[in-house]
């Protein structure tokens, strides 16, 4: 693996991947490329479904936790705080569409403070953080900390 000075996060993603055992739960090579055809098709195509695209970005934001603890050895380690991390998320796509209202629909994209109104764009962020609350202290609980 490169550890020079110039850090290109895909090099690095790919490297990881590259290093992962072929064995490997969840076939990681198929996750990666999957992630990438996600990242590749969102501002085309996601983008405008609403909550879908949210989905999609929250799911592939948080997924470096899981390949960050398969780069150890331990990728269990990382599905805990993936899954905090995609609730974060997608709060935050959530919020981020109600401040792009204006552009979005003068595009025509379907997001969530589109379709189901700002009022209850906040009101779905809002929920999605009241769940990250008894979601995070359950996975604590669960873990024995």
């Keep these: 693996m490169n550890h020079g000075e110039d850090y290109d996060p895909e090099i690095i993603h790919a490297e990881i991947v590259e290093e992962m055992e072929p064995g490997a739960p969840w ?8 992630a990438l055809l996600v990242m590749l098709v969102y501002s085309p195509l996601l983008k405008s479904r609403g909550l879908q695209g949210n989905l999609a970005v929250a ?6 936790l899981v390949y960050g603890a398969a ?3 331990y990728w269990r380690a990382g599905l805990v705080p993936a899954v905090l991390a995609a609730f974060l998320h997608l709060a935050r796509e959530v919020v981020k569409d109600i401040e792009d209202v204006p ?3 003068a595009i025509g994209r379907a ?3 589109i379709a189901w109104g700002v009022d209850a764009g906040f009101f779905a962020a809002a929920g999605v953080l009241a769940l990250f ?3 995070s202290l359950e996975s604590g609980r669960a873990s024995g900390r």
């Design 27 to 34: 076939q990681w090579r198929e996750v990666f490329w999957a």
């Design 111 to 113: 997001t969530v403070p």
């Design 133 to 135: 609350v008894p979601v």
């Design 71 to 73: 780069a150890v050895g």
């Design 103 to 105: 552009g979005d629909l």
């Design 59 to 64: 799911v592939v934001a948080s997924m470096p």
